[in-house]
């Protein structure tokens, strides 16, 4: 089994920054691609970006440019660092590897 914690999320400002950690633990040798994905009240979740072992990394068209998937293999933890946020990204925000979910850390941006 692979386990998944967020971290990272708060209020934050419009045009304002936040960092979201996800840490994999169990057996991580199962995880390939990662990825963040959200979901805002009433809507069903979406992607926002994914990356590969290797690094490539896929965004959602709302966020590209102002957000950015980066990973930490060695501490089997994915980061996604949003800027220039607004308030259409307000949502719970999800990691997903090996087929297993966390268990979502609030984004609310607000004035």
């Known amino acids: 089994q692979v386990q998944l914690v967020e971290s990272g999320g708060g209020l934050v400002q419009p045009g304002g920054s936040l960092r979201l950690s996800c840490t994999a633990s169990?057996?991580?040798?199962?995880?390939?691609?990662m990825g963040w994905y959200r979901q805002a009240p009433g809507k069903e979740r979406d992607l926002v970006a994914t990356i590969t072992t290797g690094g490539v990394t896929n965004y959602a068209e709302s966020v590209k440019g102002r957000f950015t998937i980066s990973r930490d293999g060695a501490k089997n933890t994915v980061f996604l660092e949003m800027n220039s946020l607004k308030p259409e990204d307000t949502a719970v925000y999800y990691c997903?590897?090996?087929?297993?979910w966390g268990q979502g850390t609030q984004v609310t941006v607000s004035s």
């Open positions: 169990g057996r991580t040798y199962r995880i390939n691609t």
């Open positions: 997903r590897g090996a087929e297993k």
